[in-house]
Structure formats: C-alpha cells, structure tokens
C-alpha cells in the first residue's frame, strides 16, 4: 500500500511563508494528479492545488500558493506566501493512479496522506 507523507506544518504569523511538502513511499509509483487539499474546522475538504501536467489553484489561493512536482522523486510540494488566518486548516497531500483493473476496466486508485496542521495566527 503507498503511503503519502508530509511534512512542512506548523504555527505561522498572518503575511509569512511555509512550504508543504510530500513524499510517496514508492518512488517508482507512477501517479498521474497530485494535490493539496485542505480542510477547515467546521468546513468540507476543499482542493488548493493540483497538477497532472497542468496546473489549477483554487481561487482563493492563486497567486500566493505555488504546487511544484518532481516525478522522478515522486514528490509534491505546496509553498504558501502571504498566509492569512483563514488559510489556517488541516492540509492534506493526495495522490491517484489509473490503471487497468480486473475485467478490462480502468480502475482509479486514491491515496491521502495523514494530514498536516497549518495555523496563521498572531
């Protein structure tokens, strides 16, 4: 079973930097759309940023969040610039993989990671 890590969380002052980052433990893991999602308190998941050869940013975000991917270390990072308090929330780093399932059918594969506490507060 892969597993997605990240790494990168913590307590940040409103107008700082953080950078999120995620390694799958199967390098050689071919995935085709990786993300950031993130979820309130109170609040649904809600996708940040993705990318399978493009990129989308959820509104919110554009601008101040950059999505990086390396693909040769199966990995994916989230740099957040200008933080404000409410982009303090539980970041969650996903993963997928299409490939052929029994029967002939494609079958989707979805992977999260654990989660990772960002906080923007004074």
């Known amino acids: 079973q892969v597993q997605l890590v990240e790494s990168g969380g913590g307590l940040v002052q409103p107008g700082g930097s953080l950078r999120l980052s995620c390694a799958a433990s199967e390098v050689t893991r071919k995935f085709d759309t990786m993300a950031w999602y993130r979820q309130a308190p109170g609040s649904a998941r809600e996708l940040v940023a993705e990318?399978?050869?493009?990129?989308r940013y959820a509104d919110s975000v554009r601008g101040r969040f950059t999505i990086s991917r390396d693909n040769a270390e199966n990995t994916v990072s989230l740099q957040m610039n200008s933080l404000k308090p409410e982009n303090t929330a539980v970041y969650y780093c996903?993963?997928?993989?299409?490939?052929?399932?029994?029967?002939?059918?494609?079958?989707?594969?979805?992977?999260w990671g654990q989660g990772t506490q960002v906080t923007v507060s004074s």
């Open positions: 996903f993963a997928n993989q299409l490939i052929d399932g029994a029967g002939g059918y494609l079958q989707m594969l979805n992977y």
């Open positions: 990318t399978d050869g493009s990129i």
